[in-house]
């Protein structure tokens, strides 16, 4: 019999469509997730989130203002993951921490890296302090800061979670991470010389879901059937495939700084007169076929690719997927134990234990830190 061992992770990712919560369960070896819970974002708020992603009158303050209100929310997030352990018989008080990520404003890990010991940046909005106050449990943030200090991309830090949960004595699997942007981690079977390989393959949902909401009011383009309804425009594709961050090297990441609506204005220029569900198409097949290729060069060995987050409910896109990578077998996290939904925020819950026991969370050969480092700021109780 082990003693539980639970910790709770939230997650607000680049699609900004709300926070997740669990309640994890570390004491089995494997994960296990007693509760989940998540909030959906006011819509003024979520138009805030993304105003702040782009630099605009006086921030400063408006980025305090919305890092107290996602701490509200999270709150929120948290009291229904208490109440709902609560019907188990578990107490807040035995809840170690809370992992709170953050919602990413600006990711600009090699910003100044021509300078003299200069690193770049990565900056969540937060206030664990806040967070701290609602819940009376210590919340764990900041877990991407320390990687760029260390030279690192900050980003992607699931990675070594995905290794914990997801790989196989027997064969590479690889897991895509389908949120706002989407990333790939690369599992070599247990014991093999290779290391673990993560990185952002490039736009994951925020595009076709700001297409779709521009469109049809909806905020996603449910089960990819907008998209499977139109056509591909060829010379789109090419155009938007025609960016330089497709062919740079690992370790590398990115985020709504580069894949942007006015990046997408732009190259939607010449294009004026498409029909929007030939757009969104297109769009899909952006994101399947740079998630594609990510695989086929980096996914040799594996037999497997299990896609998460949101993107795993998209059908038409994992039938894309699926068509440009015949060699693996494509399935999604909840065939494998873990809902979609809660992978990443049961990233962050590990990502906090990690924390409190002072061993490393990110992974320097995805990274690109300097070596491994203890990730992430205690807030106490």
Request: hydrophobic share 45%.
């Amino acid at each position: 019999m082990h003693d539980h061992d639970y910790t709770i992770g939230l997650m607000s990712g680049t699609s900004l469509d709300g926070a997740d919560g669990v309640l994890v369960d570390f004491s089995a070896g494997k994960p296990q997730v007693v509760a989940s819970a998540s909030e959906p974002f006011a819509s003024g708020f979520r138009a805030e989130l993304l105003a702040l992603n782009t630099p605009s009158h006086n921030e400063l303050h408006r980025a305090a203002l919305a890092g107290n209100q996602l701490a509200a929310v999270y709150a929120r997030v948290v009291a229904a993951l208490v109440d709902k352990a609560a019907a188990q018989g578990i107490e807040a008080s035995q809840v170690k921490a809370i992992g709170a990520h953050g919602q990413t404003v600006r990711h600009q890990p090699q910003r100044l890296s021509g300078e003299p010991g200069g690193t770049g940046y990565t900056l969540q909005l937060n206030n664990p302090a806040l967070l701290a106050e609602l819940t009376g449990i210590d919340v764990v943030a900041d877990f991407r800061s320390r990687d760029v200090a260390a030279g690192g991309q900050g980003a992607p830090l699931v990675p070594a979670f995905h290794q914990g949960v997801f790989s196989r004595a027997d064969a590479g699997v690889a897991v895509l991470n389908i949120g706002g942007i989407a990333n790939l981690s690369v599992l070599p079977p247990a014991g093999a010389a290779f290391p673990v390989l993560g990185f952002d393959c490039g736009p994951g949902n925020a595009l076709m879901d700001a297409w779709c909401l521009r469109h049809t009011g909806q905020p996603f383009d449910a089960g990819g059937a907008w998209a499977a309804s139109g056509r591909l425009i060829p010379a789109l594709l090419a155009s938007l495939l025609n960016e330089p961050y497709f062919s740079l090297p690992i370790p590398k990441s990115t985020g709504r700084d580069l894949f942007s609506l006015d990046w997408l204005a732009q190259k939607l220029q010449p294009f004026a007169d498409e029909r929007p569900e030939d757009i969104q198409n297109t769009l899909t097949e952006l994101t399947a076929s740079t998630c594609a290729a990510c695989a086929g060069s980096y996914a040799k060995e594996s037999k497997e690719l299990i896609v998460c987050g949101g993107g795993a409910f998209n059908l038409y896109l994992l039938e894309r997927l699926q068509a440009a990578l015949p060699q693996l077998r494509v399935s999604t996290s909840d065939q494998h134990g873990l809902p979609p939904l809660q992978v990443e925020a049961a990233a962050f819950a590990w990502l906090a234990r990690q924390m409190l026991r002072r061993q490393p969370g990110n992974l320097p050969g995805v990274t690109g830190a300097a070596g491994l480092r203890v990730l992430g700021a205690l807030y106490p109780a």
